[in-house]
């Protein structure tokens, strides 16, 4: 195997198929990358066998042929290198790198001990815009359970029925749910739960200019972009159902400047440690929300903002981030803030076409 490519290539492409490499293992072969040149492409593979990620980029083949190489070491020497033309030759020795005036020598391992790319057998697709979907998954992420104990709490339930596209996620304490219209219906129903930290990672490679396409195979998620195939095993069991715990009715709404209110809330967080709650009072007769903070012989603090709001008085908690959560996650110019009482969760939502849902439960506060 001998060609050559351009660096920022190569360091790109390292970067796109690096969560397929295993940071956990003892077989040194799951954190490697297989490398193959063919016809006018190096093509990338890596897998820790609950992610395989298929890459390829253009490169000048001389000399056809595979091999594997240590991953994370490769990616870092590739980064080093200066903005020239690398040169990738396979020896009896190992792997040569020439940049230059730079030259390095990695052993490799037999490329016939690479675990087989999975067969990407798509039963049922969708595809949207890379914009759409990154989007959405920024939205919802925050929401996600890192308690390993409760996996399907761990991912993102993905669900479309029509040309309705829903992404919902929780973490027991708070609940995320964004919606958005396909340009074209898939033939069935899907209904699966994809891993947070996938969905991460997906959002973060993928650029605006491209369409992402997700298919679902028998235990697999399949997700295709670019010169890119990212699968993944599907997190199996029932997601909760999440709409029980939506509360039906209201008793105070309050509709304010997304901006304004995000400002005050970052003001007001930064007197509150990381279990004191922030104060949110209501008042329909000043048209105000107050937040406020105090933290016992540290500091405290409080900001008015004006709001138009109907019902009850009210004052209700919140931990700090997870309301900065919430409000990042808006991208209209108005949010809506819905609660019954103070021991009742709280919703944020947009206001305009873009369905955004946020529900974080209440901190329990003192009375004033």
Known sequence: MKLTIEKNRLSHSLGVVAKGMS????????SSVHLEAQQSSLVFHTTDLEVSISHSAEALIEQEGATVVPGRLFADIVKSLPDAAVTLE???EGLRVLCMDCEFLLKTLNPSDFPLFPQADTQKLISLPAAQFSSMIKKVTKAVSKDE???VLTGVFLNVEGAELQMVATDSYRLAIVESKLDLAPEEAI??????DILDEIARLVTSEETVSVGEGENQIIFTFSNTLFITRKIEGNYPNYKAIIPVEKNCTAVASTAVLLSAVK???LTAQVHTPLRFSFSSEDQTIEISSQTQDVARAKEK????IEGAPLDIGFNHQYILDGLNAIDTKEVLFEA???????ILKTVGEDYFFYLTMPV???AN
């Open 23 to 30: 940071s956990r293992t003892t077989l040194p072969i799951l």
């Open 90 to 92: 396979q020896t009896n």
């Open 149 to 151: 104990s409760r996996a």
């Open 191 to 196: 209904s699966l739960i994809v891993p947070g």
């Open 267 to 269: 003001r007001i967080a």
């Open 305 to 308: 903002i004006p709001a138009q």
């Open 340 to 346: 019954q009482t103070s021991l009742k969760p709280g």
């Open 364 to 366: 329990r506060i003192e």
